[in-house]
C-alpha cells in the first residue's frame, strides 16, 4: 500500500513484515513478577498476648494493601513489557521497510535533496526516537513503581516492627507491674503472717507468763493454806498438851486432897494403923501426881486451891 508520500511500504501482519520481523531483533525477554508473598500469615493464640481483633484487622489491611502494590507492580510490568513490545514491533517494521525498499525490484531510485529518501529517514529516527523514549518512560515507570513499592512496604515493614516494638514495650512494662505488684502482695502476705507469728508468740507467751504466775500463786496460797493448817495443828496440840497437862494437875491435886480426907476421917474415926497405911499409899502417888504443878501456871493453882478448900471443909 501506499503511504501518504504516495509512495509504497508494507503493512504490518503481511508476510513480508512478517518475514522482516523474523529476521529483526529477538523479542524482548518478560520480567518474571515478583514472588507472591502468602496472603494471610497464621500466629498461635498465646495467653495474654495482643489482641486478636486488632492483630487480625491490622494484618487484613496490610495484606490488602501488599495485594494492590503487587497488582499495580504487575500492571506497571505489563505495560512496561506492551510498550516495548510495541518498540520492537515500531523497530521491526522501520527495519522491514528500510529492507523492502531496497530489495523491491524496479524500486523507482532514491531521491536526493528534499526527496522521499530524507523523509524516510526522518521518519525511521523519529519512530526509533519514539520507541526509544517508550522504553525509557516505561523503565523509568516500572522502576519508579518498582521503588515505590519497595519503599512503601519498607515503610510498612517498619511502622509494623514499631507498632510491635511498641506493643512488646507495652506487655513488658505491663508484665514488670504484675510482677511488682505479684511482689508487693506476697511481701504483704509475708509480713501478715510474720505478723500473725509474733501476735501468736506474744499471746502464747503472756499465756505461759500468766501460767506461771498464777502456778506461783496457787504454790504461794497452798503453802500459806499447809503453813495455817501446820499452825493451827500446832496450836491446837499445843492447847491437848496443856489441857492435858492441867487435867492432869486437876488429878494429882484431887488424889493429894483425897488423901488428906481419908487421913482426916482416920483421924476422927480413930483408924490410925489403916490410916497410916492408906496415907501411905496416897502420899506414894501423890509426887507423881504433884510434879506437873511445878510447872503449872497460875491458873492450875488457882483451880487446885478451891479443891483443897473443900476438901478441908
Do not use: C, W
Not at 528500510?98 to 528534499?114: F, V
Not at 525509557?136 to 519498607?154: G, M, N, P, S, V
Not at 511481701?187 to 503472717?193: K, N, P, V
Not at 499447809?226 to 494437875?249: F, G, I, N, P
Request: glycine share 6%.
Amino acid at each position: 500500500m501506499t503511504d501518504s508520500f504516495g509512495n509504497y511500504s508494507p503493512v504490518v501482519g503481511t508476510p513480508m513484515a512478517r518475514k522482516g520481523a523474523h529476521a529483526a531483533v529477538p523479542q524482548p525477554r518478560a520480567v518474571p513478577p515478583p514472588p507472591r508473598p502468602p496472603d494471610r500469615p497464621q500466629f498461635e493464640v498465646a495467653l495474654r498476648g495482643y489482641d486478636r481483633t486488632a492483630v487480625d484487622a491490622f494484618l487484613d489491611a496490610h495484606v490488602a494493601e501488599r495485594q494492590a502494590l503487587r497488582h499495580e507492580l504487575e500492571a506497571s510490568e505489563r505495560r512496561r513489557q506492551q510498550a516495548e513490545q510495541r518498540a520492537a514491533s515500531t523497530e521491526r517494521e522501520n527495519r522491514t521497510l528500510r529492507e523492502g525498499r531496497a530489495a523491491a525490484p524496479g524500486a523507482p531510485p532514491r531521491p536526493t535533496g528534499d526527496g522521499f529518501g530524507l523523509r524516510v529517514e526522518k521518519l525511521l529516527r523519529l519512530a526509533e526516537q519514539e520507541a526509544g523514549e517508550v522504553r525509557d518512560a516505561a523503565a523509568r515507570e516500572a522502576t519508579a513503581l518498582l521503588e515505590q513499592a519497595r519503599a512503601r512496604a519498607e515503610q510498612h515493614r517498619h511502622e509494623v516492627e514499631q507498632e510491635l516494638i511498641t506493643r512488646s514495650t507495652a506487655l513488658d512494662q505491663q508484665a514488670a507491674q504484675r510482677a511488682a505488684e505479684q511482689q508487693e502482695r506476697e511481701q504483704q502476705i509475708a509480713d501478715q503472717l510474720e505478723a500473725a507469728r509474733s501476735e501468736a508468740q506474744s499471746l502464747r507467751d503472756a499465756a505461759e507468763r500468766a501460767a506461771r504466775q498464777r502456778r506461783a500463786e496457787a504454790e504461794a496460797e497452798a503453802d500459806a493454806v499447809r503453813a495455817r493448817a501446820e499452825a493451827e495443828a500446832r496450836r491446837v496440840l499445843e492447847q491437848s498438851r496443856l489441857e492435858a497437862d492441867r487435867l492432869a494437875a486437876v488429878q494429882g491435886g484431887a488424889r493429894a486432897d483425897i488423901a488428906r480426907l481419908v487421913d482426916l476421917l482416920a483421924v476422927e474415926l480413930g483408924d490410925a494403923a489403916p490410916a497410916g497405911a492408906r496415907r501411905g499409899a496416897a502420899t506414894a502417888g501423890a509426887p507423881r501426881a504433884a510434879e506437873p504443878m511445878t510447872t503449872d501456871g497460875p491458873e492450875v493453882a488457882g483451880e487446885r486451891a478451891p479443891a483443897t478448900a473443900s476438901a478441908g471443909r
